[in-house]
Nanobody, 121 residues
């Protein structure tokens, strides 16, 4: 099972980016999909979550600027980031709680390798 994140890059303050994270492999089911970020010298923090039932939740810093969505058919989670600020500069990681074939218990948390987002002032 692999999670491949993409969509990071360099953007000016006020700009937008859309991150994607696609899961592949022997997946039976995916529950919560989430985005985290980690800035240099800081702890990894939760940015947004999207449950299988469609509910979403955001860190205070992401509310009203970021939108998380998912495509269950594609095993993909997205993060639309608008009005980006230099404080948003970080490596962004996706995380999915998945049930996979060949593992008992089948449920575990899987992480992508991260995609870099840099916002210049």
């Amino acid at each position: 099972v692999q999670l491949q994140a993409s969509g990071g890059g360099l953007v000016q303050a006020g700009g937008s980016l859309r991150l994607s994270c696609a899961a592949s492999g022997s997946i039976i089911s995916i529950n919560t999909m989430a985005w985290y970020r980690q800035a240099p010298g800081k702890q990894r923090e939760l940015v947004a979550t999207a449950t299988k039932s469609g509910s979403t939740d955001y860190a205070e810093s992401a509310k009203d600027r970021f939108t998380v969505s998912r495509d269950n058919a594609k095993s993909t989670v997205y993060l639309q980031m608008n009005r980006l600020q230099p404080d948003d500069t970080a490596t962004y990681y996706c995380k999915m709680d998945m049930c996979v074939w060949g593992r008992f218990p089948c449920w575990a948390a899987y992480w992508g390798k991260g995609t870099q987002v840099t916002v210049s002032s």
